[in-house]
């Protein structure tokens, strides 16, 4: 009886490495080995990384880059790609924050305000996307008008206002020993994938992502669909806008640009979250779970190094790095899928 156990319990093991053979390539389970194994060494040789105190952080850093995430890839999910506009849309936002407040209309009038741009924003990209425009050139576009309007409106200086102010909660408060941009990420991420998993929308989504013929020919245009999407993207940016200057009690366009937590262009690093966390850059399969769990790996990464001693420099190298490995390793995991069938 005993004999037949061990023959039963190995079997089962060799079948579900037998699955895991035939469902991803080799080489691809040998480079994510590699990288954990890489990863793991430097996280365990760190100084200080395994303290309750440093996760909190690590999750805190990863706030802001995962809730922008979230909202790309309900553009990426549905198949148009990415908006390279992200850190443009905050930076505009981030004006019309600190600028309601510096006038002291209070931070519900100054939210309102900054989200009727982010509105806009989105409608207008999202519209040109659904008749057809190339999502790379449009979003390059309107990266190019929303900077600009951003950089005129402020005149290029910073705009700030005085503490304390309405907005202090959300930047700088605290529940339950949480940041309450650590918790307003929580609870994004939870509901977003609910709204994926459990709703007509999500599956609309992820049905014309996957074949838009197939959602086309069952009444789901992509005009419609690119306008709502790329709405969700530019609310989640305009969030993030308002809730990093309710942090610094200022704005200026650049915040969000090449030195941004000392770790890169925020685009590119939403981008690598998203790409990290195993979603389809061809729309159909992802969620938005996976890109928050990217971005507190990503934050892990960039915290890892920091504490190793690491500068800027190598600590940008590394996310364009991450970026390049999740692209081949997932060609590799399709192309075995492919190969299988």
Known sequence: MSTGSSISGGSAKLNFLDKIIRDYSGLAIIMVAIFLFVFLYGMITAPNFLTIFNLKTIVRDAALVGIMAIGLTFVTLSGNFFL???????????????????YGWGFELSFLFTMCFALVAGIFQGALIGLGGNPIVVTLGAAGVLYGLGAYWSDNLVVSYRRPHGAEWLGTGSFLGLPNITVAFILIAISAELVLRKTNFGRQVYLIGANRAAGK??????????????????VCSAFVAIAFSAQV????????????????DMTIMVIATVMVGGNSIMGGYGSTMRSSLGAIFISSIDNMMVLHGFNSGPRVFAVGLMIVFSIIVFALVRRGSRTEE
Do not use: D, P, W
Request: glycine letters at 8%.
């Open 84 to 102: 390279l506009s992200m850190k443009e849309t905050a930076a505009l936002c981030i004006i019309a924050f600190a600028t309601g407040m510096s």
């Open 217 to 234: 020919a069952t009444g789901h245009e992509n005009f419609s669909m690119a306008i709502k999407v790329c709405t969700i993207a530019s």
């Open 249 to 264: 009690s200022s704005a200026q366009v650049n915040y969000f640009s090449s030195e941004f937590g000392s770790s890169g």
